[in-house]
């Protein structure tokens, strides 16, 4: 295993990520947030029990459209590959997502997927855009196949992790998944149409915060409390480390693997976003996100920018790479 551990000097000095706007609305916690894949929408969700869509777009980036549920509460939620559809899980004992068509400033409620027990706390779409993944309290990794106007029981049911799952990703081909929950290991799954089975337990030595694929999908990377990343050989019978990289002060948070590139971006507890080349384990560029403790964090699809929820409901929008080749 190739460790690597990161020194001032190994890569440019951290300078300022770049403020484009400041969001407010929510009046409680920010829990969950996620950017549009074409970049144009950003949603977050509050202990407030509200889920707000923002214009981020605009020269003047607001509000475009709030969503309640009387009875029940938002918790996790995911964007259609489209950028169509956003699917919000419920922060409750009904483990109910629902879908939204969000193609129009005003919402409208398309489907609904159901048999969770429990808070939904991860969700995502399969590339094409034909699955939605979700995991959380229940412990169970279910995969429905939505369709428009109906309510859908999930295809898959599967069970193997002892604690409550907090992340998940779906493979880019859509053929396979893997989790992280806090029993402190990740489980990669074959996903099939007729069965779907557990292909690998891998160990990260604590909990796993969050997931990635490389695009090629043979590699996994794990991110966790314990402030390292790992890349598992996915290729091997028996998954290894390949590469660990250290570098933040603290947890790591959120990582993302921008498509068609070798970069991976990661930020942890230290509020520093940081670029690394996953091919070669270097460190290539940081930046240092002022302000506030986070309680959420989310990147767009090509790593450029982030949102930062905050403890008092404000969602900070900021620019953390320069324009990607």
Same mark, same amino acid.
């Given at each position: 295993?190739?460790?690597?551990?990161?020194?001032?000097?190994?890569?440019?000095?951290?300078?300022?990520?770049?403020?484009?706007?400041?969001?407010?609305?929510?009046?409680?916690?920010?829990?969950?947030?996620?950017?549009?894949?074409?970049?144009?929408?950003?949603?977050?969700?509050?202990?407030?029990?509200?889920?707000?869509?923002?214009?981020?777009?605009?020269?003047?980036?607001?509000?475009?459209?709030?969503?309640?549920?009387?009875?029940?509460?938002?918790?996790?939620?995911?964007?259609?590959?489209?950028?169509?559809?956003?699917?919000?899980?419920?922060?409750?004992?009904?483990?109910?997502?629902?879908?939204?068509?969000?193609?129009?400033?005003?919402?409208?409620?398309?489907?609904?997927?159901?048999?969770?027990?429990?808070?939904? !706390?991860? /969700?995502? &779409?399969? $590339? @094409? +855009?034909?699955?939605?993944?979700? %995991? =959380?309290? #229940?412990?169970?990794? *279910?995969?429905?196949?939505?369709?428009?106007?109906?309510?859908?029981?999930?295809?898959?049911?599967?069970?193997?992790?002892?604690?409550?799952?907090?992340?998940?990703?779906?493979?880019?081909?859509?053929?396979?998944?893997?989790?992280?929950?806090?029993?402190?290991?990740?489980?990669?799954?074959?996903?099939?149409?007729?069965?779907?089975?557990?292909?690998?337990?891998?160990?990260?030595?604590?909990?796993? !915060?969050? /997931?990635? &694929?490389? $695009? @090629? +999908?043979?590699?996994?990377?794990? %991110? =966790?409390? #314990?402030?390292?990343? *790992?890349?598992?050989?996915?290729?091997?019978?028996?998954?290894?480390?390949?590469?660990?990289?250290?570098?933040?002060?603290?947890?790591?948070?959120?990582?993302?693997?921008?498509?068609?590139?070798?970069?991976?971006?990661?930020?942890?507890?230290?509020?520093?976003?940081?670029?690394?080349?996953?091919?070669?384990?270097?460190?290539?560029?940081?930046?240092?996100?002022?302000?506030?403790?986070?309680?959420?964090?989310?990147?767009?699809?090509?790593?450029?920018?982030?949102?930062?929820?905050? %403890?008092?409901?404000?969602?900070?929008?900021?620019?953390?790479?320069?324009?990607?080749?």
């Amino acid at each position: 295993m190739n460790t690597r551990t990161e020194t001032p000097n190994a890569a440019a000095l951290a300078v300022p990520a770049k403020l484009i706007a400041s969001l407010k609305g929510h009046t409680a916690e920010v829990i969950s947030l996620a950017f549009s894949p074409d970049r144009c929408l950003l949603a977050s969700a509050s202990s407030d029990e509200s889920v707000r869509v923002w214009d981020i777009v605009s020269s003047k980036p607001g509000e475009r459209s709030v969503l309640r549920k009387p009875g029940d509460r938002f918790h996790a939620f995911a964007f259609a590959p489209n950028s169509r559809t956003l699917a919000v899980g419920s922060g409750s004992l009904t483990g109910s997502v629902w879908l939204y068509d969000v193609t129009d400033a005003t919402p409208q409620e398309v489907g609904t997927l159901r048999g969770a027990r429990g808070s939904i !706390n991860t /969700l995502h &779409y399969s $590339p @094409d +855009g034909k699955q939605v993944a979700g %995991a =959380g309290e #229940d412990r169970t990794l *279910r995969v429905w196949e939505p369709v428009r106007g109906l309510v859908c029981d999930s295809r898959s049911q599967l069970l193997g992790h002892t604690q409550p799952v907090r992340a998940l990703a779906f493979s880019p081909d859509g053929s396979n998944a893997a989790t992280a929950a806090r029993d402190a290991t990740v489980r990669v799954w074959t996903l099939g149409r007729i069965r779907s089975t557990e292909r690998a337990v891998l160990s990260h030595g604590g909990e796993v !915060n969050a /997931l990635a &694929y490389t $695009p @090629d +999908g043979k590699t996994l990377a794990t %991110a =966790g409390q #314990d402030g390292s990343i *790992r890349f598992w050989d996915l290729t091997a019978i028996k998954p290894t480390v390949r590469t660990e990289l250290k570098a933040h002060t603290g947890a790591v948070r959120s990582i993302l693997i921008a498509p068609k590139t070798d970069t991976l971006v990661s930020i942890g507890d230290d509020l520093r976003v940081r670029n690394w080349d996953f091919r070669n384990g270097n460190q290539v560029r940081e930046w240092e996100v002022p302000g506030r403790a986070a309680t959420r964090v989310a990147f767009t699809l090509d790593g450029r920018y982030m949102a930062k929820g905050t %403890a008092d409901g404000t969602v900070e929008l900021f620019r953390v790479a320069e324009k990607r080749s």
